[in-house]
């Protein structure tokens, strides 16, 4: 799904839901480009049986204020999630965004990841959650959230959790946030790129692994298109 409007004052809300039975594969793939005049309200949920996969992969670019969660439920031995988030913003944009997995059954696997950029005074508000039930042995469950703060008054919490009843499962969780690296700038302002064009390099290597999982899904090229929007002189239209 693309979300590219409305560009005037409004409010949007969505609900979506997954339900992959047995042995099935489900790919959800939504980029959100809002005008920077509307407030998004999205929910989704999943539920994956045995040995069923849903796939997330979610980016977050537009509205004044995104309110966006995710949560999945695996419901049957060896069911697996795999949710990717992108977020940019710029300017006073504000993000809430949440992730989380609920081991229902043994042998499952969560994998949650993130990586988001934050221009000028942009912020961000990131929770993840992994919940492994009691007599859930097997489970595997790993959380990461990445933040590039590119502006002075650019600012990310995140809050990633862990709660498991269990003992024979395997978790971790990890969060970074910081500045792009000044000798990889100079690196390849050194090759003749100003600085705005060095930073969108750097800025497209470092969502690349998230953005390239939308492959075939014709979405691809928009997303990276919008995002490099953020950092280009021209306002180049993307194709949608």
């Not at 696997?109 to 919940?131: E, F, H, K, N, Q």
Request: charged share 25%; proline share 2%.
């Amino acid at each position: 799904h693309l979300f590219g409007a409305p560009r005037s004052r409004a409010s949007r809300a969505s609900l979506a839901f997954i339900s992959a039975e047995n042995r099935s594969r489900v790919t959800h793939i939504s980029v959100q480009d809002l005008g920077r005049r509307v407030t998004d309200l999205t929910e989704r949920r999943g539920r994956a049986a045995a040995g069923a996969k849903i796939d997330w992969l979610e980016c977050c670019l537009g509205a004044a204020f995104a309110k966006a969660g995710t949560a999945t439920s695996l419901a049957g031995a060896g069911a697996a999630v795999s949710h990717s988030l992108v977020f940019v913003g710029e300017g006073g944009q504000r993000f809430d965004l949440r992730q989380s997995a609920v081991h229902d059954a043994a042998a499952t696997v969560s994998r949650l990841d993130s990586r988001g950029v934050l221009l000028d005074s942009a912020a961000a508000v990131y929770r993840s959650l992994i919940d492994i039930g009691p007599g859930r042995p097997g489970c595997d469950g790993r959380q990461k959230e990445d933040t590039l703060l590119l502006g002075d008054g650019a600012s990310v919490s995140a809050l990633p959790a862990l709660r498991t009843g269990t003992d024979d499962v395997r978790c971790g969780h990890a969060a970074s946030s910081g500045r792009l690296d000044e000798d990889r700038l100079f690196y390849l302002m050194s090759r003749g790129l100003d600085r705005r064009a060095a930073t969108r390099l750097a800025v497209e290597a470092f969502l690349a692994p998230l953005i390239a999982a939308m492959k075939g899904s014709g979405l691809e090229e928009t997303a990276s298109c919008l995002i490099a929007k953020r950092f280009a002189a021209a306002q180049e239209e993307c194709r949608k």
